[in-house]
């Protein structure tokens, strides 16, 4: 697609539900990030996926978190057990390239999915 | 120490003033570095991107790169009230795997008319 698309936009659920949020990616972009913010807060790293390369889950809060990536596109967040403190904007970002010093590394983020945990 | 960090603000400037953003980062190893404009409510967007020590100039913004201290600035010069957001640094972080993007907390601009 056009930009990096993310879905649900809104998501209210009750503490202790299951909740899936979905980020479809911009076609041929290798790079995909999923970052938290919490209000007034700046970006927290949760997790990256690089082409094929195992991803880097060092951000990951706790084990109640997990994310795949399938095909290479198409990402999930999954938070399991949803407590109030996983209330942020959960941000999905992509990018063409990895080398660490290209100018193609720039990050296009999606508009964020809001979770609120009541 | 964290990876990257950022004077939380907000930083009050009055409007045609020039704006001084600064951060540092921890990873002596980094080779892109990146100044990212968030408006409230709003996804961040790219403004800069800087690879090189010393100045990069684009219109109103100029980045300012010194690797030897860990320091990267960004300068926006006839400040305007639109110009007032959350303006995040971002460091790419090298490791294991590769490397990752890691951001600071960012810095409140408000440009008073």
């Known amino acids: 697609g056009a930009g990096v698309s993310q879905s649900p936009s809104n998501k209210v659920t009750e503490k202790g539900k299951d909740v899936e949020l979905r980020c479809d990616p911009i076609s041929g972009h290798t790079a995909l990030y999923w970052y938290r913010q919490s209000l007034g807060q700046g970006l927290e790293f949760l997790i990256y996926f690089q082409g094929n390369s195992a991803p880097d889950k060092s951000g990951l809060p706790s084990d109640r978190f997990s994310a795949e990536r399938t095909g290479g596109s198409v990402s999930t967040l999954t938070i399991q057990r949803t407590q109030q403190e996983d209330s942020a904007v959960y941000l999905c970002a992509s990018s063409p390239r990895t080398f660490p010093s290209s100018g193609a590394n720039v990050l296009t983020f999606g508009a964020g999915s809001r979770l609120t945990v009541l | ?113």
């Open chain 2, 1 to 113: 120490q964290k990876e990257v960090e950022q004077n939380s603000g907000p930083l009050s400037v009055p409007e045609g003033a020039i704006a001084s953003l600064n951060c540092t980062y921890s990873d002596r190893v980094s080779q892109s570095f990146f100044w990212y404009r968030q408006y409230s409510g709003k996804s961040p967007e790219l403004i800069m991107s800087i690879y090189s020590n010393g100045d990069k100039e684009d219109g109103r913004f100029t980045a300012q790169l010194n690797k030897a201290s860990q320091y990267v600035s960004l300068l926006i010069r006839d400040s305007q009230p639109s110009d007032s957001a959350t303006y995040l640094c971002a460091v790419n972080i090298i490791n294991t795997g590769g490397f990752k993007t890691i951001f600071g907390a960012g810095t409140r601009l408000f440009v008073k008319a």
